[in-house]
């Protein structure tokens, strides 16, 4: 799996085309959704909150809980710093 991810990695910052089996498209669909399933930090924060009015805005302590939990979990897609280069002209 990892493979797979950086060869996707590697055609994507040389803007390369990359073509996939039905398999392969339908096991990066699978991961997508457990990526989307992962507990974002502000949902975390919430749920472990332990006053009973939770704040408008999260304290440290709840925010440093949030972030071990999410890191434990893995990395959000969402959260990712995605820097493609621009895309090549054709010619």
């Known amino acids: 799996m990892d493979e797979l991810a950086n060869l996707l990695e590697y055609r994507a910052q ?3 085309t990359v073509t996939l089996t039905c ?3 339908y096991i990066i669909s699978l991961k997508l959704r457990t990526a989307d399933a ?3 930090r502000d949902e975390v924060t919430r ?3 332990r006053r009973k009015e939770p704040c408008d805005t999260p304290c440290f302590d709840c925010t440093g809980r ?3 939990v999410v890191r434990m979990y893995g990395q959000h ?3 990712l710093d995605l ?3 621009p ?3 054709r010619r």
Do not use: G, Q, V
Request: proline share 8%.
């Open 14 to 16: 040389r803007s390369a």
């Open 23 to 25: 398999e392969t498209a």
């Open 38 to 40: 992962k507990p974002r």
């Open 47 to 49: 749920a472990i909150c």
């Open 66 to 68: 949030a972030n071990a």
């Open 77 to 79: 897609y969402d959260r």
């Open 83 to 85: 820097k493609l280069p």
């Open 87 to 89: 895309k090549k002209a």
